[in-house]
T-cell receptor
Framework: ETGVTQTPRHLVMGMTNKKSLKCEQH?????MYWYKQSAKKPLELMFV???????ENNSVPSRFSPECPNSSHLFLHLHTLQPEDSALYLC????????????????FGEGSWLTVV | QQQVKQSPQSLIVQKGGISIINCAYE??????FPWYQQFPGKGPALLIA?????SEKKEGRFTISFNKSAKQFSLHIMDSQPGDSATYFC???????????FGAGTRLFVKA
């Protein structure tokens, strides 16, 4: 148990489907992240939220739409994906700038395996 | 400026041997250098981390060596065990984790 919970763990979707990935952190952190992990790019930052405000969008295609309703929850809405989007999507959290010397540690969830068919 | 170069890509070590993974960074603004361990089917988990004001940090069988002038750091796993078989990522971080750059990863296999 890492303190970061992701659901679903596995998802298969067609290219015309709309689905969402959910993440919840129980660590009291201020910052939340979405990472994509694939064989081509092992850990690729997608989005960063600090105090539920998006601080970074790493040139991610608009078919990925994040939502952060509060500091504990993060969603990734998926629509009209491509087969090359199949990957492991990792949610993570950290204390952020307000966390002092320990604020840099990123805590990952176990990931959601996405397959686009 | 934002890259972290990690080597080797894969590593096979005999049980009881020493595993060594190396990383190099470019941006001197980084102030935190963690190593993450990832087992199949799991997310990466923090293994050990170091700040640039020290040259070495040891936790059990795991040691980070840090060379600030060369902008290099390495992970040493002493007495490597089959249970250490995993993928290891080095990272360089600043700004409370917002700017964290990961290396490409090293797949370690420890032969029994």
């Amino acid at each position: 148990e890492t303190g970061v919970t992701q659901t679903p763990r596995h998802l298969v979707m067609g290219m015309t489907n709309k689905k969402s990935l959910k993440c919840e952190q129980h660590l009291g952190h201020n910052a939340m992240y979405w990472y994509k992990q694939s064989a081509k790019k092992p850990l690729e930052l997608m989005f960063v939220y600090n105090f539920k405000e998006q601080t970074e969008n790493n040139s991610v295609p608009s078919r990925f739409s994040p939502e952060c309703p509060n500091s504990s929850h993060l969603f990734l809405h998926l629509h009209t994906l491509q087969p090359e989007d199949s990957a492991l999507y990792l949610c993570a959290s950290s204390q952020g700038r307000e966390g002092g010397r320990d604020g840099n540690t990123i805590y990952f969830g176990e990931g959601s395996w996405l397959t686009v068919v | 400026q934002q890259q972290v170069k990690q080597s080797p890509q894969s590593l096979i070590v005999q049980k009881g041997g020493i595993s060594i993974i190396n990383c190099a960074y470019e941006n001197t603004a980084f102030d935190y250098f963690p190593w993450y361990q990832q087992f199949p089917g799991k997310g990466p988990a923090l293994l050990i981390a170091i700040r640039p004001d020290v040259s070495e940090k040891k936790e059990g069988r795991f040691t980070i060596s840090f060379n600030k002038s060369a902008k290099q750091f390495s992970l040493h796993i002493m007495d490597s065990q089959p249970g250490d078989s995993a993928t290891y990522f080095c990272a360089a971080s600043r700004d409370g984790g917002f700017k964290t750059i990961f290396g490409a990863g090293t797949r370690l296999f420890v032969k029994a």
